[in-house]
């Protein structure tokens, strides 16, 4: 694999497992407000900002809380889920240390908001491993709009052709791929739905980067 000055991580469903588990979260939030629905329902939209989000499963439970409420109630559930079950994906580890023993660049571009990133960084010990974190509250265009990689970019000061990104999501990959990025696919049980053909290659562990 070419080596590149910068390598920008996706974080939910990329470099960890939280994607089932934020879909869970939404789903019993929105039971405690009344709208009885599926969490496999996020995966048609896992990746998109947090209003088309809600507003999708608001739809399918016949529900109109307050945002406020909601995310009262989402963040209980999430912040359980995640002290519970949250977990790395395979190979993110090792390839972590691969790259940044060649003094490469690394960073967080997430469309999660501040505080769900910083949990999860936080929980896992990997604060450490980035030099930048960039979350929803850091943009005014969401993926697959490309601004949060496009302020990666310019923050680190390198070009598009040399930033490698890293994306589970259709939403990301495209994002990814308006910034003039290569993109990698990390493909997953829960994101069989996205289209990820685009990508410049699609893995399901990042040990099969190491040695390309």
């Not at 879909?23 to 969490?39: E, Q, S, T």
């Not at 070009?159 to 003039?180: P, R, V, W, Y």
Request: hydrophobic share 40%; charged share 20%.
């Amino acid at each position: 694999m070419k080596s590149y000055k910068a390598y920008l991580f996706d974080l939910d469903g990329t470099l960890v497992n939280s994607e089932p588990l934020k879909g869970k979260a939404i789903a019993m939030a929105c039971r405690d407000l009344g709208g009885d629905v599926n969490f496999n329902h996020y995966k048609t939209v896992m990746g998109q900002d947090w209003p088309t989000v809600t507003g999708h499963f608001f739809r399918l439970g016949n529900i109109s809380p307050t945002m406020e409420m909601f995310n009262m109630h989402f963040r209980t559930h999430y912040e359980a889920l995640l002290a519970e079950k949250l977990s790395l994906n395979p190979g993110v580890e090792a390839f972590l240390s691969h790259i940044k023993a060649n003094n490469s660049r690394c960073a967080v571009v997430s469309s999660a908001a501040a505080w769900m990133v910083d949990r999860i960084l936080t929980q896992l010990q990997m604060t450490q491993c980035f030099d930048l974190v960039i979350s929803a509250d850091d943009v005014k265009k969401h993926k697959p709009h490309p601004e949060a990689y496009l302020i990666a970019l310019s923050k680190y000061g390198v070009t598009a052709s040399d930033a490698l990104i890293f994306e589970d999501s259709q939403a990301g990959l495209e994002a990814g791929k308006a910034a003039g990025c290569d993109v990698v696919a990390i493909q997953h049980g829960f994101n069989i739905e996205n289209d990820l053909s685009s990508a410049s290659s699609v893995v399901s562990d990042f040990t099969s980067l190491i040695n390309r």
